[in-house]
């Protein structure tokens, strides 16, 4: 038994290295980054390419797969909040022309639920299922001001990777974020990036977060922060259709 937790591990271990990779990566290299012989990487691939949970290219090299796709797609479908902004978010995008995404809580970890694509160019765009930071995004500010004994100013300050974040600042951007309604990010967490966001209420509890992203210089051309009623307006949305879903 011990032995098959370990090879399932070691088979999640190549999975994640596959996705942050960012491109194909050859048996070799994938057993130098995650110290494991070849012939054990060699079959675990062999094993995940038959299930359609990695490909290989015609160079012998791996990506992750369609069938991890379908799975992950399968997760989503299953989601209320993100089947009722399925519903709601392409109308927005439609009206504004940039890109939509949903993020929600996983553990004490925020993560992009999904998205819908708009027509302007993200220079940084990130993909479902990647992490959100908390400290420097207007999602973290909504999370920590709706919910503070997940978020807490004080842990997601001692948190923040490779940052000194002063308690106070992150407790004003919570306090600022719950009296408006929403918060705004311009360029503190990539450079050239601006997002506004709005919460998902539920019954009294956050669900999700609806942010509207665009390079910093067209979301000026837009309106900026005049744009957050539409923003509020999507998550409210959302909201009242999720509220029937999960009654």
Not at 29 to 35: D, E, S, T, V
Not at 206 to 228: D, K, N, T
Request: net charge positive.
């Amino acid at each position: 038994m011990e032995q098959r937790a370990a090879t399932v591990e070691k088979a999640l271990d190549l999975l994640f290295h596959l996705h942050d990779a960012g491109g194909a990566v050859g048996v070799s290299a994938l057993g130098r980054a995650l110290h494991m012989p070849k012939s054990s990487v060699h079959r675990l691939l062999g094993a995940m390419v038959r299930k359609g949970i990695v490909e290989r290219d015609e160079r012998s090299r791996y990506r992750p797969g369609t069938g991890l796709l379908a799975l992950g797609l399968g997760i989503l479908d299953r989601e209320p909040v993100v089947v009722c902004a399925r519903a709601v978010l392409p109308e927005f995008v439609e009206r504004i022309g940039e890109t939509m995404f949903l993020v929600g809580q996983r553990g004490r970890k925020l993560v992009v639920l999904d998205k819908c694509e708009g027509r302007g160019l993200l220079r940084v765009s990130p993909t479902v299922g990647s992490e959100v930071p908390v400290h420097c995004t207007g999602a973290g500010a909504l999370f920590m001001a709706h919910a503070p004994d997940e978020f807490s100013p004080a842990a997601v300050a001692a948190a923040a990777p490779d940052a000194v974040i002063e308690q106070a600042y992150l407790q004003h951007r919570a306090a600022a974020a719950l009296a408006q309604g929403w918060s705004a990010n311009f360029e503190l967490w990539q450079p050239g990036l601006a997002v506004l966001a709005a919460p998902v209420i539920v019954r009294g509890r956050i669900r999700a977060v609806v942010a509207l992203a665009a390079s910093a210089p067209r979301l000026e051309e837009l309106g900026g922060e005049a744009l957050a009623p539409h923003v509020v307006a999507a998550a409210q949305q959302i909201a009242a259709r999720a509220a029937g879903a999960l009654s």
